[in-house]
C-alpha cells in the first residue's frame, strides 16, 4: 500500500522523524515481503498445476490403456463364446442325430415284431379248423 503525503505528515507529527522513518521503511518492507510471498504462491500454484495436467495424462493414458486391454479382453471372451456355442451346437447335433438312430432302431424292431406277431397268429388261425 503506498503512504500518501498527509499519512507520511501525520506519522512525523506523532512519531518523530526518526520512527516515522522506520515505520514507513517497515511498511515497504511488509509490502516488497507480501509481493513476494504472492509470486512464491503463484509459482507454487503453477508448479502444482503443471504436476496435475502430467498426472492427468499419466491418468488418462492409463486408463486408456486399461479400456484397451478390456477390449481386447473382450474379443477373447467373445471368441470364446462363440467356439462354445459351436462346439454345444455340434454336440447337440450330434444327440439329435444319435436319437434319430435309436428312433430309426426302436421303429424298425417294432415293425419286425409286428409283423412276427400278425404272421403267428395268422399261422395259428390256419392251423385251427
Known amino acids: ?21 522506520d515505520l514507513v521503511n517497515w511498511m515497504h518492507e511488509m509490502d516488497a515481503h507480501r509481493g513476494a510471498s504472492r509470486d512464491a504462491v503463484r509459482a507454487d ?7 496435475m495436467h502430467a498426472g492427468l495424462a499419466t491418468l488418462r493414458e492409463e486408463m486408456l490403456a486399461g479400456f484397451a486391454r478390456a477390449d481386447a479382453r473382450d474379443a477373447e471372451l467373445r471368441e ?3 467356439l462354445g456355442f459351436a462346439r454345444a451346437d455340434e ?39
Open 91 to 129: 454336440q447337440r447335433a450330434s444327440q439329435v442325430a444319435r436319437f434319430e438312430r435309436r428312433f430309426g432302431d426302436l421303429i424298425k424292431w417294432s415293425f419286425v415284431f409286428w409283423v412276427g406277431a400278425v404272421g403267428a397268429i395268422a399261422m395259428l388261425a390256419g392251423a385251427l379248423p
Open 80 to 82: 470364446e463364446m462363440r
Open 45 to 51: 500454484l503453477a508448479e502444482l498445476r503443471q504436476e
Open 1 to 21: 500500500m503506498p503512504i500518501t503525503p498527509h499519512l507520511s505528515r501525520q506519522l512525523r507529527q506523532t512519531l518523530g522523524e526518526e520512527a516515522a522513518e
